[in-house]
């Protein structure tokens, strides 16, 4: 697998990310500066990093969104690339319009750091064709703005659509309809709350966030 | 402002008594002008000079084999030995207090105190991998605390957070003697090449001096003068000297400086903490025996006509100087602007053994540094043996199942998980035991190798109250079974000692004697200081705080698959107390929270008996015979079941194989005790192996069932005991 | 001519405001009873060169849109002067 991390000033899950796509899939990734109008050729994933771009400030994601590096990771995007983003990853991918809602303030109004319970809700993603029948699968999260949100008629072609790929079993942030992570209409995006990059070996406390990456690797395997 | 009587007044105001200022006059042959006078101010503070607390601590041992840099430097270093290159690394590590300004200002006085202690490690050219917080509050009905506690943990969980680095551990105390000073000791804990560490000293003349980050403003002037001082009722007027953190800026720092030092650029570096450009500059020539000019036109400023008085004493957060490699600046500013930081070359250093300062084309500070450092008051104050608890003569009975629902849901023993839910405890993806977890310590892997470190924060401040010596010994034994507890081998610590006004002598009483038994600990344990911070003055209106000095120890597991910690006892397991209990509850939690009553000498702490029984329980950790380990500390055995029973999701059934009372059994506070969990089969070798020691071992119960027992006095639910004890902290905050 | 850009930003109603929800709470508890509906939003100021009023506006209005505010959840009113 070829993968890139884009790092934004701010960003603080870059390694994690890195660590993560090498130690799940063997493969090589390259970090990318968020001044960069290019990215490396022929990538099969691109992984938006949690962190405080920016300090969270103004908007958690907003600054970022607007970076030279996003209007080249919405054009492969465009491509089919599959683009993973994580926690401020996830605010980033909304606020740049490739994921549709937004995440406001927690619902208790503070940072909550703590293991998580989720649902895979749909199985038949390129992020999740791994997973086997477990009921649920634990992660950690660490954010102060996971209250994910769209509008009625938004929320409802999200769900219609399977767009919902998890789902918090208690919900610890305020998600409209417990939502915990989605996927853009074509499916080659997915937006998380949750790190799977915290969670990809036992000594980490879940390895959970493993078969993510491993779907991943398996769809370059059928492609 | 060029009187006799005006430049006087100032040394007065600014915290220089009259024999002190004396000396200035002395050495210099004249009178200082105005900035003179603040550099030497600051310098000669408590802060920055220990001028009370030198002469002791000269006391702890600092030196050892593992010993790379002892205290006097930003950050203490010791050596853990091979990374996956074969390099040799170092972990750098301090902690330090911010107490007075979170005080006044509780969110951005902890997070400043977060970004200040990182600055301290980083700048030796380690990354931070771990932070740790000894907290301590006032009573909760104090009408303050709240407020304080609020702040404090959003300050710190808003810095730690943001610049991305694992808050892994702390301790949190509420107490009456803190209603008018809260303790906010920040520990940060750093990795770097043992062969790539940065010192502050400057290495030759001529050479560039270049100040990076942010920009200067009115920030806590001051600061290190006020934190020298006691706090009266009208402290709370000094807010405006409370500097402001920017975590993101924190977090460019870090990158930028790490990255400037991976260049080759720098040839010695210092972060501006308390006293900002005066204290970093100063030390770098003086380190470097050498001299240095600053232009203070050329400082990055935030406000406009900043004098130079109070550029030299901004205490504004994220800056750091240094001092480049001759042609090199190009390189720093390639960095700098990558980073989105501010940076000018604002001096050079040279031959003159003197700082000069201009401003505006004219010479508005010349002194020699001499002076500065080595001249720096020195006080042996007077002091009387500090009072002390005699031994408890009575111990009132209470029912044993009461008495545990009493105490842990006491504001000191109840679960902090709402605080430390707020601290990200796993970026970094490297945290192998936090908080949440159930271990006596936080682990954090050494990235890209099989070794972790095992990192804590202890001091018992009640027997440290009733007892400086004893209590002083028993806050660095503490710190080492902790280690010892999750399989690490303790190596070194940082100290906090946090104290009221050494001016009175009972106070500096209390210092010397906690000192003393810190320092005999630390030399049977072989457990050397290797840096540290003294936080005296914590008084208001003349009542001190309970002394508490804090340590912050590490300690390295080689494989972290040898790690333990007490959330892994599994059903039909044996639990083998570790150590004698000969009863001891004096100045127990028991008596406190259970009979309201804050007396007796604390239980004694018998080093050698430390040494004995830690490695004992080391070995059966190494061996992987234990199972599940938990010091015994603060409210004794049952408490200590009850915490390896929450963690573990499995009951325990206790008896009592002593001759003691069943409360005095359950609660007693006896040191050097540890509670290990063996599979039934190895439990007669255990015992047998701890008899040929000479360790004392006694098989006391059994994981079975939902339910914790002690066999005829208390049998009481598991979950009924767990929410009595997450309970009480959220009622509290009203979340 | 240099002008005085000032931004008024808020939650859309509709989307649960957190923080306003909360500090109603505060102020209810108090004694503050009869407070109701709090918004917390946030207000930017900067000096902004432009030609004229109008022009400002539409620039302001651009940054709006692009970035000072998200309009899957926020409303922006300017005024400029």
């Known amino acids: 697998m070829k993968a890139a991390v884009l790092v934004f000033p701010g960003s603080n899950c870059d390694r994690d990310c890195k660590v993560a796509v090498e130690t799940t899939t063997g493969g090589h990734v390259d970090m990318v500066w968020h001044q960069e109008t290019a990215l490396p050729s022929g990538l099969d994933l691109i992984v938006v990093p949690g962190g405080f771009s920016y300090g969270d400030y103004l908007r958690c994601g907003a600054m970022a969104s607007q970076s030279p590096v996003m209007a080249e990771v919405a054009k492969a995007a465009e491509r089919g690339v599959s683009i993973l983003g994580i926690c401020n990853g996830f605010q980033i991918l909304c606020e740049s319009g490739l994921l549709p809602g937004a995440l406001l303030r927690n619902a208790g109004l503070k940072y909550i750091c703590k293991p ?27 954010n102060a703005d996971g209250n994910f949100f769209a509008d009625a008629d938004t929320l409802q072609s999200i769900e219609d659509n399977g767009q919902v790929v998890f789902r918090y079993v208690e919900n610890p942030n305020g998600s409209i309809n417990n939502i915990a992570g989605i996927v853009n209409k074509a499916g080659n995006v997915l937006g998380m709350m949750p790190h799977p990059d915290r969670a990809f070996e036992p000594s980490l406390g879940s390895a959970d966030g493993a078969p993510l990456f491993h779907s991943l690797q398996r769809l370059l395997q059928s492609a | 402002m060029s009187t006799t009587k005006t430049i006087a007044e100032y040394a007065a105001e600014y915290g220089l008594k009259p024999d002190e200022y004396q000396v200035i006059l002395d050495r210099l042959g004249r009178e200082p002008n105005y900035v003179e006078l603040g550099v030497f101010s600051v310098m000669w503070s408590e802060h920055c000079s220990y001028k009370s607390s030198r002469l002791h601590l000269r006391k702890f041992p600092v030196t050892g084999d593992k010993v790379i840099c002892g205290p006097g430097e930003n950050a203490g270093i010791i050596d853990i030995g091979e990374g996956p290159d074969g390099q040799k690394l170092a972990c750098v590590f301090k902690m330090e207090s911010h107490n007075h300004p979170s005080y006044i200002e509780p969110y951005q006085g902890a997070a400043t105190g977060v970004g200040g202690i990182m600055r301290d490690v980083f700048t030796m050219g380690a990354r931070p991998v771990a932070l740790l917080n000894a907290l301590r509050f006032g009573e909760p009905d104090h009408p303050k605390t709240k407020r304080i506690v609020e702040g404090v943990v959003a300050g710190i969980g808003g810095y730690g957070n943001c610049v991305g680095v694992p808050t892994v551990a702390g301790e949190t105390n509420f107490h009456s003697g803190y209603n008018g000073n809260c303790l ?4 940060c804990v750093g990795l770097a090449d043992a062969d790539k560490i940065f010192y502050s000293a400057a290495p030759e003349p001529g050479l560039p001096v270049v100040y990076f980050g942010s920009k200067t403003g009115r920030d806590g002037i001051h600061g290190a003068t006020m934190s020298s001082a006691e706090f009266s009722e009208d402290s709370e007027e000094k807010r405006p000297t409370v500097q402001v953190g920017d975590p993101f800026a924190e977090k460019l720092l870090i990158e930028a400086t790490l990255e400037l030092m991976a260049s080759g650029a720098v040839a010695a570096i210092q972060d501006m903490g308390a006293a900002g450009l005066t204290s970093s500059s100063v030390e770098m020539a003086g380190k470097g025996g050498l001299g240095i000019t600053l232009d203070l036109d050329k400082v990055p400023q935030r406000e406009e006509n900043m004098s130079a008085y109070e550029m030299m004493l901004s205490e504004s957060q994220e800056r750091m100087l240094a001092i480049l490699k001759p042609g090199r600046e190009e390189d720093g500013y390639r960095i700098f602007k990558k980073w989105g930081l501010d940076a000018a070359v604002i001096g050079e250093t040279n031959t003159s053994g003197h700082i000069v300062l201009t401003h505006k084309g004219e010479v508005v500070c010349d002194l020699p540094l001499g002076p500065l450092s080595d001249d720096a008051p020195l006080y042996d104050r007077p002091w009387v043996e500090p009072d002390t608890q005699a031994p408890l003569t009575r111990v009132p009975v209470a029912p044993v199942g009461d008495a545990l629902l009493t105490i842990l849901k006491s504001p000191d023993m109840a679960s902090k998980r709402w605080l430390w839910e707020q601290y990200d405890r796993h970026v970094m993806a490297d945290t192998l035991a936090d908080s949440a977890t159930g271990a006596d310590a936080g682990i954090v892997r050494v990235h890209g190798t099989k070794k972790a470190l095992a990192v804590t924060s202890d001091v018992t401040p009640r027997y440290v109250q009733a007892n400086p010596y004893e209590g002083g010994k028993q806050a660095v034994a503490e710190a080492w079974r902790n280690l010892t507890a999750v399989g ?33 600990a630390c030399r049977v344990l072989n457990f050397p200081v290797v840096s540290g911070n003294v936080s005296l003055y914590n008084e208001t209106n003349g009542v001190a705080i309970p002394p508490t000095p804090t340590v912050g120890a590490v300690g390295l597991i080689e494989d972290y698959e040898n790690r333990i910690g007490f959330n892994s006892l ?21 008596l406190r929270e259970v009979h309201g009553l804050e007396e007796g000498a604390p239980p004694p702490v018998d080093l050698e008996l430390e040494k004995l029984n830690g490695d004992f329980v080391r070995s059966l950790i190494h061996t992987k015979t234990a199972k599940a380990v938990h010091d015994l500390s603060d409210g004794g055995l049952l408490t200590a079941a009850f915490d390896v029973a929450a963690a573990s999701n499995v009951g325990i059934e206790l ?14 506070e006896d040191q050097a005790r540890y509670l290990v969990a063996v599979d039934e089969a190895s439990a007669h070798l255990v015992l047998a192996r701890a008899a040929e020691a000479g360790v004392a071992a006694q098989t006391v119960g059994v994981a079975t069932g939902t339910d914790l027992v002690l066999a005829g006095a208390a049998s009481l639910s598991l979950e009924a005991l767990k929410q009595a004890h997450e309970s009480w902290l959220p009622a509290y905050m009203g979340a | 001519m240099t002008l005085k850009a000032k931004v008024h930003i808020f939650l859309k109603n509709g989307v649960l405001d957190v923080q306003g929800k909360a500090v109603e709470g505060a102020l209810g508890g108090l004694g503050w009873t009869d ?6 939003g946030k207000v930017l100021e900067f000096d902004l060169k432009a030609s004229d009023k109008s022009a400002a506006e539409t620039e302001v209005k651009a940054m709006c849109e692009k970035l000072l505010a998200n309009t899957v959840i926020e409303s922006y009113r300017i005024e400029v002067a």
């Open chain 1, 116 to 142: 998580i319970e989720l649902t895979i809700e749909n199985r038949n993603t390129r992020f999740t064709s791994a997973y086997g029948d477990e009921q649920t699968i634990w992660m950690t999260q660490g």
């Open chain 2, 570 to 590: 599994k059903n039909g397991q044996v639990l083998i107390l570790i150590g004698d209990t000969k009863g001891e509850l004096g100045s127990s939690i028991y």
């Open chain 2, 488 to 520: 690490a081998d303790p190596i070194a610590i940082t100290d906090n000692l946090n104290f009221g006004n050494p001016e009175r002598p009972k106070i500096m009483g209390q210092i010397v004697r906690a000192i003393d038994g810190m320092a005999e």
């Open chain 3, 35 to 40: 407070v109701s509906n709090v918004r917390v």
């Open chain 2, 655 to 668: 008896k009592n194989p002593t001759d003691l009372e069943d409360h005095v059994f359950a609660f007693a």
């Open chain 2, 184 to 187: 906010v000791n920040a520990m």
